[in-house]
Structure formats: structure tokens, C-alpha cells
């Protein structure tokens, strides 16, 4: 199962990525990891994370406030939102 990010998810993650690094040398890095440690969970079971809204789910990271909202597309992950758990819930849902 292949994956791809909405443009304005792709843009979310390297803002963070920057973020990141910026307060801490790696830090970013760290943060990439584990959105794409997150991400191969999803691929793994894509199922498994709770519906939000229609077809929408969401996995939580484990080490940064953070969820991958993301869709089921036949044979991939599209996802949606690389998104701050303490920010505006429901900014992501003009995306769908």
C-alpha cells in the first residue's frame, strides 16, 4: 500500500519539521520519524484507527501532540492532515 499528502498536509509537516528543529538540534528529525513511524502503522492497518468523520480516521502519534487524519482510497493512504492535537479541531475538513 503506497501513501500521498494532500499539498496542504505536506505543507503542515515541513512547517512542523522546521518548527521542530528550530527549538532543538534533531528534534525535527525526530519529528519526521515518528510521523512516518505513524504513517507505516496506518499502511500496516488502516482500519484500525477510529472514524472522525464520514470515511476520515485518525492515529495519534506517541511521542508529539499530533494525528495523521488520512483516508482510505482503494489501494493507498491519502493523507489529509498532519495535525496539532492543542490547535483548531476541525480546521482540515475543507480538504475533503
Avoid at 528529525?29 to 515518528?34: I, L, V
Wanted: hydrophobic share 40%.
Amino acid at each position: 500500500m503506497t501513501f500521498s499528502f494532500h499539498p496542504e498536509a505536506e505543507i503542515e509537516f515541513l512547517e512542523a519539521v522546521d518548527y521542530y528543529e528550530e527549538s532543538r538540534q534533531r528534534l525535527g528529525y525526530d519529528f519526521a520519524s515518528e510521523i512516518y513511524s505513524t504513517i507505516d502503522r496506518i499502511i500496516s492497518f488502516p482500519e484500525a484507527w477510529p472514524i472522525i468523520k464520514n470515511d476520515i480516521r485518525r492515529c495519534l502519534t506517541k511521542r508529539f501532540p499530533y494525528g495523521v487524519v488520512y483516508s482510505i482510497e482503494d489501494d493507498s493512504i491519502f493523507i489529509i492532515s498532519i495535525m496539532h492535537l492543542h490547535r483548531k479541531p476541525n480546521y482540515w475538513t475543507n480538504r475533503i
